[in-house]
Nanobody, 120 residues
């Protein structure tokens, strides 16, 4: 079974920074896409940032220029550097991984979520 675990959430003041980490473990052959989604109070879950194994990225427009996603493929890990934080980024952040089977195909996995709260 594949497991994704997030670290780094917490309470931060406006304008501050946080770095989220996610580590995947278990029966992993390789990971295709890996990244972060979030669910804010009263809103649907949305994409924050995603990176494919080839390095291509996809960010939601609201975080471009402030958030940076990175990966360590050897460690099956993904990170999200969050700078210039605003109140509206408050949400539960979930790690996502598309784990490839050795033969073919893939399966989606999700972390348990980590709370990020921006407050003065």
């Amino acid at each position: 079974q594949v497991r994704l675990v997030e670290f780094g959430g917490g309470l931060v003041q406006p304008g501050g920074s946080l770095r989220l980490s996610c580590e995947a473990s278990g029966a992993i052959w390789s990971i295709a896409a890996m990244g972060w989604y979030r669910r804010a109070p009263g809103k649907e879950r949305e994409l924050v940032a995603l990176m494919d194994s080839d390095g291509s990225t996809n960010y939601t427009n609201s975080v471009k220029g402030r958030f940076t996603i990175s990966r360590d493929n050897a460690e099956n890990a993904v990170y999200l550097q969050m700078n210039s934080l605003k109140f509206e980024v408050t949400a539960v952040y979930y790690c996502y991984g598309e784990c490839r089977y050795r033969r073919s195909g893939s399966e989606d996995y999700w972390g348990q979520g980590t709370q990020v709260t921006v407050s003065s």
